[in-house]
Protein backbone atom coordinates (compact mmCIF):
# COMPACT_ATOMS: atom_id res chain seq x y z
CA UNK A 1 0.00 0.00 0.00
CA UNK A 2 0.96 3.02 -1.26
CA UNK A 3 0.69 6.78 1.21
CA UNK A 4 1.29 10.09 0.07
CA UNK A 5 3.47 11.85 2.75
CA UNK A 6 5.64 15.14 2.89
CA UNK A 7 9.30 15.22 4.69
CA UNK A 8 10.62 18.19 5.47
CA UNK A 9 13.56 19.03 7.11
CA UNK A 10 14.72 21.70 8.74
CA UNK A 11 18.36 22.68 7.71
CA UNK A 12 18.61 25.17 10.08
CA UNK A 13 18.24 22.44 12.94
CA UNK A 14 20.26 19.83 10.95
CA UNK A 15 23.58 19.12 12.83
CA UNK A 16 25.31 17.31 10.73
CA UNK A 17 24.64 13.67 13.10
CA UNK A 18 23.43 11.65 10.10
CA UNK A 19 21.54 9.22 12.49
CA UNK A 20 19.09 9.67 9.76
CA UNK A 21 20.79 8.21 6.75
CA UNK A 22 21.03 5.02 8.12
CA UNK A 23 17.72 4.61 8.84
CA UNK A 24 16.20 5.94 4.71
CA UNK A 25 18.86 6.74 2.40
CA UNK A 26 17.09 9.21 0.74
CA UNK A 27 18.68 11.35 3.54
CA UNK A 28 22.06 12.10 2.20
CA UNK A 29 25.25 14.54 2.61
CA UNK A 30 25.17 17.43 0.88
CA UNK A 31 28.60 19.11 0.20
CA UNK A 32 28.23 21.72 3.16
CA UNK A 33 28.01 18.60 5.67
CA UNK A 34 24.72 18.93 6.45
CA UNK A 35 21.56 16.03 5.56
CA UNK A 36 19.48 17.04 2.49
CA UNK A 37 17.00 14.99 0.90
CA UNK A 38 17.34 13.33 -2.33
CA UNK A 39 20.52 12.72 -4.85
CA UNK A 40 22.36 15.00 -6.37
CA UNK A 41 21.19 18.13 -4.23
CA UNK A 42 23.87 20.50 -3.56
CA UNK A 43 23.52 23.18 -0.18
CA UNK A 44 20.12 23.87 -0.62
CA UNK A 45 19.05 26.42 2.32
CA UNK A 46 16.75 26.72 5.42
CA UNK A 47 13.99 23.85 4.75
CA UNK A 48 14.12 21.13 2.31
CA UNK A 49 10.86 19.86 1.21
CA UNK A 50 10.21 16.32 -0.93
CA UNK A 51 6.83 14.92 -1.39
CA UNK A 52 6.31 11.12 -1.94
CA UNK A 53 4.07 8.54 -2.45
CA UNK A 54 5.29 5.22 -1.73
CA UNK A 55 5.45 2.15 0.65
CA UNK A 56 8.36 3.95 2.43
CA UNK A 57 6.88 6.28 5.04
CA UNK A 58 7.84 4.48 8.04
CA UNK A 59 11.44 4.77 6.88
CA UNK A 60 11.16 8.17 6.80
CA UNK A 61 9.66 7.99 10.17
CA UNK A 62 12.31 6.33 11.89
CA UNK A 63 14.54 8.89 10.36
CA UNK A 64 12.31 11.45 11.82
CA UNK A 65 12.55 9.54 15.35
CA UNK A 66 16.00 9.08 15.46
CA UNK A 67 17.19 12.77 14.73
CA UNK A 68 18.30 14.11 17.81
CA UNK A 69 17.43 17.76 17.16
CA UNK A 70 14.17 16.69 15.32
CA UNK A 71 15.22 18.42 12.24
CA UNK A 72 12.87 16.08 10.38
CA UNK A 73 9.04 16.07 10.16
CA UNK A 74 7.09 14.07 8.33
CA UNK A 75 3.11 14.23 7.55
CA UNK A 76 0.66 12.40 5.52
CA UNK A 77 -0.58 14.31 3.19
CA UNK A 78 -4.59 14.17 4.40
CA UNK A 79 -3.77 15.13 7.71
CA UNK A 80 -4.13 18.65 8.48
S1 LIG B 1 19.72 13.05 11.98
FE1 LIG B 1 18.97 15.16 12.06
S2 LIG B 1 20.75 16.36 12.67
FE2 LIG B 1 21.46 14.40 11.93
S3 LIG B 1 21.92 14.73 9.79
FE3 LIG B 1 19.85 13.91 9.92
S4 LIG B 1 18.56 15.74 9.96
FE4 LIG B 1 20.62 16.40 10.45
Known amino acids: MTTEYRVALD ?5 GIFAC ?3 DDRFVEATDGL ?7 SDPDETVVATF ?3 RI ?8 ACPVDAISVREDDDE
Open 11 to 15: REACD
Open 21 to 23: LVR
Open 58 to 65: EDARQAAA
Open 53 to 55: DDD
Open 35 to 41: ATIGAGA
